[in-house]
């Protein structure tokens, strides 16, 4: 892995609040200005999305580095596609097409990982109000952080 000084600012973010659980909207804020990346294919055109416990997750990167780590964890090989966009038009357009309640997982399988749920304040698509009972945890495979940092529920 490169230095932290020499990775994408998103990732110094997502390290930093791993570490301290503290100012999750310095998250978000960094999130959206950053550029990401998503595995698509075009015919038909799709994005891959992961179901843990009927919750749809979708993988975000900060760098193609991860998304090949990514697929290499997954024993697949051979050339991607994938969109390049801004953490806000992903936000902000591209959550509207995905099913109510998709949240965001940045970087799986990496140091810095962090999950981004569907909750108030980060996603168009928030369920936070019309599931009071399920707490993130419950779903999230990256449940302690995100439970303890959102306070939210799905």
Request: with cysteine; hydrophobic share 40%.
């Amino acid at each position: 892995m490169q230095p932290v000084w020499d990775e994408p600012p998103i990732v110094r973010e997502a390290l930093r609040f791993r570490r301290t659980l503290e100012r999750p909207e310095d998250l978000v804020a960094t999130f959206r200005s950053a550029g990401v990346y998503l595995e698509c294919t075009t015919e038909p055109p799709t994005v891959p999305v992961v179901q843990v416990d009927g919750v749809p997750w979708l993988p975000v990167f900060s760098d193609l580095r991860f998304l090949a780590d990514y697929r290499s964890r997954r024993g697949e090989t051979g050339e991607v596609e994938y969109l390049q966009l801004t953490g806000a038009r992903l936000l902000d357009t591209y959550l509207l097409g995905m099913p109510r309640g998709t949240s965001l997982l940045l970087d799986p399988a990496q140091e810095h990982t962090v999950a981004l749920p569907a909750l108030s304040g980060i996603a168009p698509t928030a369920i936070d109000s019309d599931h009071p009972a399920r707490p993130v945890a419950e779903v999230s495979p990256y449940d302690r952080p995100v439970m303890r940092a959102w306070g939210g529920r799905l």
